[in-house]
């Protein structure tokens, strides 16, 4: 498989829309982004990227649920699709593959210092 | 309702994000905003939600989010469409060749003549545009107070431009210039040739394109430039630097080398002249007169400033330049010296006199433009009347398109499209016309030389840039949105007339056909006045005679003798100014009243050596000394004007010297028919003032005699320019003219039948074509040629009728006007004109009329009954 190119806050975004499963939109993903990882992120860098994966086919959407807040304006509701899922978790085995192959940090004296 | 649902978003970059946001977007991105309002409002404030609102709604404006008139990834179907457009418009083009060739060729005889137009004006209003330097370049101008008010004058003092250099300090380049028409003599040779004398600035400020040597010539003062022209005529193939030419100016000659040569000029250039000389080598420079006489000679002088340098700097300098003038000239003190920038000098020909330009020449202008309109509203005409014609066989195209979703501007812009193909085709056609067929044509006519330049002219490019886009808007719009008008269900049910009995079209046609007679009324009335007028007797007998020019008065007497000595000389006379020519006014005085009347100083033979027809009284009688000193003949009109009758009971006081009047003369035409004769008197005088000598030859002998009579002059004043001529070619000149305006005018006359002959041969053939099975019944029921004729015709002759009356009685105005503009001789309007213009188009008519009457003489009704 030629793999999933996925950009660091692609990789983000997917995940958290993923986390928030049905409540993905916005205003949702940017809240969610700031209180998991306290990274404040440009709402509409947030709408750029969610455009841009559901064009690559990991994410759908639907329209719905109002609120007055929004100016009874409905959300575009986000959800993780199944390629979605599938590339989150082949980033995550070649990551994890990756990092196993890492020498351990222990303290090796070998070099002889 | 929660509290603070009271406060809203600013409204302003609310509005700024529904303006540009793709509609597709904004729902989600205008409720995320709203949304992040209110939390930032919540926690912040409400200044604070208010600012963020505002970043959020700039940092949306990204390119995914941007509105387009059509979503980004179908740009490439944009191409495909335009594409789709042309292939179609092509095919429809070159099915319908022959009206598509209509169209096409009335547009490009109109393009023709709008550039030719364009041309001659532009090369009027743009002249001098292309120098390089020409807006750091600045005359100087002076305003006096005078009699009639203040005037501005394009010269100023010479020394003027001696002081320049210390005064006016931002000053680059400067030249005095001078126009003078000197005798040129090469080979013992002479011509009389437009010389400009001018500083060696001169050629550091303008800038010629040099075919030989270089402009640094002209700092030489024995060195000359001259055009290519000139040094073809002069050297022919030799090469000319070097050689060595004399000029006489003011009576003495001196000798000079040509140091360079010139392309020739263009009609584009703001300075007429054949050769450049050093204006220190010939004018007496200043130094040598005294103080007041070097003030008071004037020429124009130019200044180039510094670039960037603001003209109102030297304002200061200028004030002392006029202080100096006024202190040295007090009687005649110059108000104000000015700069007149050279880009402005022809919008201000008006304003300033003896400037470099002093006419516009408004008439030929206005000539020219009216009949480029006439023929441009002719060709828009013919094709707007086709084009409907065109389309209403592709309605069921419009309906089918109309009901797959295409909007009415996307229809219009499919037939606009077609429109410029036709357009573009008739541009280029127009300009091939005009480069190879109307401009030479023209400049043969009006002796000029203009050409196309589409590589140096910008202004070309503009202007058929402004064609284009004009004639297609004008002549396709109207159309289009007719067409795409229709209700589909209307088109697809075959309900919808359209075209050939429209209102519109006949409005055009009656228009057309009015402006086509106004044009032949026009033409004929032109050259039947030319007819007229050549005929004209000139109330004298021109025949047999030649005049000659005398230089200056000690030549007087030896030319006379010799050419008195001349066998074939039977008589001879001297004269002030000859008839034929223009003659000066003098004032007189009758009665106590004053008169500004012609007068003819003449030795005493001279009206019998002109042949002027006696009508009362006797002519001069040589041999009287008191016909000599106090003795007048006056013409017809003299008396008419005046008011009197042959005998006169009073005298006639001119110059203070009372005078009898002891003859009345017929009236006869000194100048031509473009002016009224005026009242005029002859007077004999005493020899040495004449300029000229009239020969009355033997009969039959003036013209061979010519060369024999140019000879002995050249004899007699070798370094003087022979200006000999028939009286019969007096009028030449005139005559020129005259008849190259009526080519002019024969020739828009002629366009114009052909236009609006092709115009109706389109509308008459198409309109045939769709009623043809009509026509097939018709026959097959046995209606005979007469019923079938008058059933295609009737239409347009009605037209006809109404346009002839519409355009008998505009041309009876407008070409009366016109001719009255041109003559005070000519033939008026008269029936043969009016009859000749209703003629044409009548036969125009008949003819295309009874063309597709022929089609439908040789047609089968079975053969096109039978097919569906």
């Given at each position: 498989m030629k793999g999933y190119n996925l950009g660091e806050l692609e990789e983000l975004i997917l995940l958290t829309v993923g986390i928030l499963d049905q409540e993905a939109y916005g205003v949702a993903v940017l809240e969610e982004i700031k209180n998991q990882t306290g990274r404040k992120v440009n709402i509409s860098a947030i709408h750029t990227v969610l455009n841009r994966l559901e064009d690559k086919g990991y994410l759908k959407s639907h329209m719905g649920g109002a609120t007055e807040e929004r100016g009874g304006r409905r959300k575009r509701l986000f959800s993780i699709s199944a390629t979605g899922r599938a590339a989150i978790e082949e980033v995550k085995n070649v990551r994890n593959k990756l990092f196993d192959q890492l020498p351990p940090l222990a303290l090796d004296f070998s070099h002889g210092y | 309702m929660d509290t603070k649902l009271k406060y809203h978003p600013p409204k302003w970059p609310d509005r700024f994000l529904e303006f540009y946001c793709n509609p597709s977007r904004l729902e989600q991105i205008q409720g995320d905003a709203y949304e992040l309002f209110h939390m930032n409002l919540e926690e912040r404030g409400l200044r604070y939600a208010r600012f963020r609102f505002l970043i959020h709604v700039l940092s949306f404006f990204r390119w995914g989010n941007i509105r387009r008139s059509k979503p980004s990834y179908q740009t490439y179907n944009h191409g495909a469409m335009f594409k789709n457009y042309m292939k179609i418009g092509w095919r429809n083009l070159s099915k319908q060749k022959g009206t598509t060739f209509i169209s096409v060729f009335g547009l490009a005889c109109a393009v023709g003549c709008c550039m030719v137009a364009y041309l001659f004006i532009a090369h009027i209003w743009f002249k001098g545009m292309h120098q390089p330097n020409k807006n750091e370049i600045f005359q100087l101008t002076y305003t006096v107070e005078e009699d009639e008010g203040k005037i501005t004058y394009g010269t100023v003092a010479e020394p003027i431009s001696e002081l320049i250099p210390e005064n006016l300090n931002q000053v680059k380049n400067q030249t005095r210039i001078l126009t003078n028409f000197s005798v040129l003599i090469h080979n013992n040779e002479s011509f009389l040739q437009r010389s400009l004398y001018v500083d060696s600035g001169f050629m550091e400020m303008f800038e010629y394109r040099m075919e030989y040597g270089f402009p640094g010539a002209l700092n030489e003062p024995d060195e000359v430039i001259l055009t290519h022209q000139l040094s073809e005529k002069l050297f022919g193939d030799t090469h000319p630097i070097g050689q060595e030419i004399s000029l006489v100016t003011d009576g003495t000659e001196k000798l000079y080398k040509v140091g360079g040569v010139m392309a020739d000029l263009n009609d584009m250039d703001m300075f007429n002249f054949d050769l450049l000389v050093n204006i220190e080598s010939s004018h007496n420079t200043s130094l040598d007169l005294p103080l007041k006489d070097a003030w008071s000679s004037e020429l124009w002088t130019f200044v180039q400033l510094e670039k960037g340098t603001n003209p109102m700097d030297l304002n200061p300098g200028l004030a002392m330049l006029k202080e100096r003038q006024n202190q040295i000239n007090p009687e005649k003190p110059y108000l104000d010296l000015e700069l007149v920038a050279y880009t402005d000098l022809i919008y201000k020909v008006d304003q300033i006199e003896r400037g470099v330009r002093t006419f516009l020449g408004l008439a030929p202008q206005i000539v020219l433009g009216a009949i480029a309109t006439f023929i441009m509203i002719l060709a828009v005409f013919n094709y707007i009347n086709i084009s409907i014609l065109m389309a209403s066989r592709r309605l069921k195209e419009i309906g089918v398109r109309k009901v797959i979703g295409s909007n009415k501007w996307q229809l219009i812009a499919q037939f606009l499209s077609e429109n410029l193909l036709v357009c573009l085709m008739a541009i280029v056609l127009g300009s091939l016309l005009a480069a190879f067929l109307f401009l030479p044509g023209f400049n043969d006519i009006a002796s000029k030389n203009l050409k196309i330049d589409l590589f140096n002219d910008k202004y070309i490019w503009m202007f058929l840039a402004g064609m284009l886009l004009f004639i297609t808007l004008v002549s396709g719009l109207y159309p289009a949105i007719y067409i795409t008008s229709f209700k589909p269900i209307h088109i697809l049910k075959g309900n919808q007339q359209l075209g050939s009995k429209s209102v519109f079209t006949s409005v055009l046609l009656t228009f057309q056909f009015t402006l086509a007679i106004i044009s032949i009324v026009a033409g004929v009335a032109f050259v039947q006045t030319n007819y007229i007028n050549s005929n004209r007797d000139w109330g004298y007998e021109s025949s047999d005679k030649i005049i000659v020019n005398v230089?200056?008065?000690?030549?007087y007497t030896p030319l006379k003798n010799k050419f008195a000595a001349l066998a074939s000389v039977n008589e001879i006379s001297g004269s002030q100014d000859y008839v034929g020519n223009w003659i000066r006014e003098e004032e007189l005085i009758y009665d106590e009243q004053k008169y500004e009347i012609g007068l003819l100083n003449a030795e005493a033979n001279y009206s019998e050596v002109l042949d002027l027809k006696l009508k009362q009284g006797r002519m001069f009688n040589p041999a009287l000394i008191s016909d000599t000193e106090e003795s007048i003949l006056v013409n017809q009109k003299f008396l008419d004007r005046l008011g009197l009758s042959f005998p006169l009971t009073k005298k006639i006081t001119l110059d203070s010297v009372g005078y009898n009047v002891v003859g009345v003369v017929e009236d006869f035409h000194t100048i031509y028919f473009q002016s009224l004769i005026d009242p005029l008197v002859i007077r004999a005088s005493p020899d040495s003032t004449f300029n000229y000598l009239t020969l009355k030859m033997s009969a039959g002998t003036a013209a061979s005699s010519m060369e024999e009579v140019k000879k002995i002059w050249h004899e007699t004043i070798p370094r003087g320019l022979f200006e000999g001529k028939l009286q019969t070619e007096v009028f030449d000149h005139e005559v020129k003219d005259v008849q190259g305006v009526s080519k002019l005018i024969l020739f828009a006359a002629i366009l114009a039948v052909v236009l609006a002959a092709l115009g109706l041969f389109g509308l008459v053939s198409l309109n045939m074509n769709s009623r043809i099975k009509d026509f097939c019944v018709r026959k097959v029921f046995g209606a005979d040629l007469g019923d079938l004729s008058m059933k295609l015709a009737k239409r347009y002759l009605i037209i006809w009728v109404i346009a002839s009356v519409l355009g008998g009685g505009l041309a009876i105005f407008l070409v009366s006007t016109f001719l009255n503009s041109f003559f005070a001789f000519h033939s008026g309007v008269g029936l043969i004109p009016l009859g000749l213009g209703f003629l044409v188009l009548f036969l125009v008519i008949v003819g295309t009329v009874s063309s597709q009457i022929m089609k439908i003489v040789k047609a089968n009704p079975a053969r096109i009954l039978k097919a569906e």
């Open positions: - | 230089p200056s008065p000690e030549d």
